[in-house]
């Protein structure tokens, strides 16, 4: 299990960073892959043939408690197959690295960052303007059209993917973000409170560059390290679309 670091101040987070930086080097290959995969499925249905790097991505869990742990979940699965470093900012953490495990994040490439307001804007920014920085998640703050759009400039300068998580209302508002999702977590043959081996997710786009609307039902199957449909074996079944 890797080491976690939790910072309440800017310098801190810089020194962290850097720390980090050092100990694992530059960028991987994994970026000349093209973009990060989510199932087949979906991936046809996105002009990157996936979630693409250098761009910002908004989740926002639809409602409930168990739909935030949803949300937390698809973000950790994103982070952990876009390799490298990844930093998880939030007011306070509330990540629990032995479950993101599950999900394919390496605890051990994890930064937890403690910051809020401003701060946390700044130091998403930071992050995502690194080269060595794989994914930033940003929880807890609603960043405006501009700061937005700062935080897409910094992607797209870093070549990471960006992933901010925010409330179900900020999807009606105007966002640079490349893509929006609406995570929902449903019933399955696990429950999310108390088996992550089986959690199932209504995962909607609701918004994307180049894309249209659609909804998907799917099952993380945590032996396989795979996305499934919800009640079936095959191919997951795209079951709304827009447009």
């Keep these: 299990m890797g080491c976690r670091a939790m910072f309440t101040d800017r310098a801190a987070v810089f020194a962290a960073l850097r720390a980090r930086l050092e100990r694992h080097g530059g960028a991987s290959t994994d970026r000349d892959r093209g973009a990060v995969p989510v199932v087949e499925v979906v991936d046809d249905e996105l002009p990157d043939g996936g979630l693409a790097r250098g761009a910002v991505h908004e989740v926002a869990p639809a409602r409930g408690e168990a739909d935030t742990g949803a949300a937390f979940a698809f973000s950790a699965l994103l982070a952990g197959r876009a390799g490298d470093t990844t930093i998880w900012i939030e007011p306070t953490p509330s990540l629990w690295p032995a479950g993101a495990v ?77 893509t929006r999702w609406r995570i929902s977590s449903i019933p399955g043959t696990g429950t999310w409170d108390h088996d992550l081996a089986d959690p199932c997710w209504r995962l909607e786009l609701v918004a994307g560059r180049g894309c249209r609307p659609g909804q998907w039902e799917l099952r993380w199957d945590a032996m396989a ?16 679309a827009g447009g």
């Design 102 to 178: 599950a999900f394919g994040l390496d605890p051990a490439a994890l930064v937890l960052v403690a910051a809020r307001g401003t701060d946390s804007l700044w130091a998403a920014e930071e992050a995502l303007r690194c080269p060595a920085v794989g994914t930033c998640v940003l929880v807890g703050i609603v960043p405006d059209l501009t700061a937005s759009r700062r935080l897409q400039l910094a992607a797209e300068a870093g070549g990471g993917l960006g992933i901010m998580v925010v409330p179900e209302p900020h999807l009606a508002t105007a966002s640079a973000a490349r």
């Design 225 to 240: 390290r795979r996305l499934l449909p919800h009640g079936a074996l095959e191919n997951p079944i795209r079951i709304a």
